[in-house]
């Protein structure tokens, strides 16, 4: 090791409480009820540059499906924390996919410009994989053609993430159940 920099990251959480399985319809749904929220404390994402505070969460599980797939669209959304959980939104997204349908994703989120109130820039890219369900075998944050960034990032805030999945055609079939969700954080 080079000493340069602290090495390695630190749990911020880990939950193997099943979640309660999502049956997805056409409107966002998260994945993590049933689960302990999954928070970022305030003042966590606060460095930038050469050293940029950073985040990775990783989620998996199983799922379902009918004889005929339909496409996902799986994100991350972000609301921020106050006295408890906010109730789930998509309307803070952090990244969307493209359509798809895959089982377990690894998110890494950055903090990419630091500004005062909720102007800070976070990127999050991630990998979704799903074997013997998509032909692909994964998908990626951001969709094609899309910008990896979220610019509204209160850093004295806390937030709860919420990973969400959109069905393209809501079937009971079609089922997500999360077997487990980690946080690790980089600062």
């Given at each position: 090791m080079s000493g340069y920099q602290p090495v390695g990251s630190e749990v911020l959480y880990s939950s193997y409480a099943q979640a309660t399985t999502s049956v997805p319809a056409a409107a966002a749904a998260t994945i993590t009820a049933g689960?302990?929220?999954i928070?970022?404390?305030?003042g966590y994402m606060k460095n930038v540059g050469s050293w940029s505070s950073s985040l990775r969460l990783v989620v998996g599980g199983t799922m379902t499906v009918t004889a005929t797939i339909?496409?996902?669209?799986?994100g991350l959304a972000a609301a921020v924390a106050t006295t408890s959980a906010p109730a789930f939104s998509a309307s803070t997204p952090l990244g969307v996919s493209a359509a798809a349908a895959p089982p377990s994703a690894v998110y890494d989120i950055g903090l990419r410009a630091i500004a005062l109130g909720a102007a800070s820039t976070l990127v999050t890219v991630a990998q979704i994989q799903s074997v013997?369900?998509?032909a692909a075998g994964?998908?990626?944050i951001p969709a094609a053609n899309t910008a990896p960034t979220m610019a509204t990032w209160d850093t004295t805030q806390s937030y709860v993430l919420w990973p969400y999945i959109t069905l393209g055609a809501a079937t009971a079939g079609n089922t997500v159940t999360?077997?487990?969700a980690?946080?690790?954080g980089e600062n």
């Open positions: 689960m302990p929220p928070v970022v404390p305030a339909p496409t996902w669209l799986w013997g369900v998509n994964e998908v990626t999360v077997h487990y980690k946080l690790y």
